[in-house]
Structures are given as C-alpha cells and as structure tokens.
Nanobody
C-alpha cells in the first residue's frame, strides 16, 4: 500500500487557480488508479476527478471544463489543476489511490484545504 501526501492547497480569490499535488511512496504508482475527492464543511466526501493507470480521465459535472487531473509516473505524482475557482469549490481535497491488481486496497492522503474567497 502506498503512502500519499497532498500539497498545494491555500487561499485563492474567485476566478483564480491552484495546482494540487499528490506524491506517492513506493514503486507501484504506475499500477494505481488515482482520484481526487473533496469534502466541504457539513457535507459528504465526493469524487471529483479520476485517472486510470493508462491515463483515462473522468470528472464530476461540477468541475468539468475547469479542473484537470494528470499523473507523472516517473515522479510518482498526481496533480489536480484547478482553474476558474468558485467559492463553492472551498473544501478539503483528498488524494486517493487504488492498485489495479487489488482495487479493494485504498490509500488516502491527509487532505489539503482549498479556500476560495475574496
């Protein structure tokens, strides 16, 4: 099971951009499907973007066209580029990983806070 560490959160004005990163330990990152979830105060954690081990991406409707998920297998890192941020994007963002060889194994990062406010 890999360890995941997020970074890149912070305070940004509406319309601004942030890039989140998720660094993985170990040597099996290329076999992991990666995803980003977010959890707003008082709400459930929801899936917003995913990328398979071969680079297939999917997005929630709420972020489609504004957010881009990517991965760098050489650096064992996944990214979430967030553009045109809105106040409703404010949440704790979590990185998630599941290996292709056993999707029941789930790794989570510790979360990073993103606040969109003027």
């Amino acid at each position: 099971q890999v360890q995941l560490v997020e970074s890149g959160g912070g305070l940004v004005q509406p319309g601004g951009s942030l890039r989140l990163s998720c660094a993985a330990s170990g040597n099996v990152f290329s076999m992991y499907a990666m995803a980003w979830y977010r959890q707003a105060p008082g709400k459930e954690r929801v899936l917003i973007a995913s990328i398979s081990s071969i680079g297939t991406t999917n997005y929630a409707e709420s972020v489609k066209g504004r957010f881009t998920i990517s991965r760098d297998n050489t650096r064992k890192t996944a990214h979430l580029q967030m553009n045109s941020l809105k106040p409703e994007d404010t949440a704790v963002y979590y990185c998630n990983g599941r290996p292709n060889y056993n999707p029941s194994i789930v790794s989570w990062g510790q979360g990073t806070q993103v606040t969109v406010s003027s």
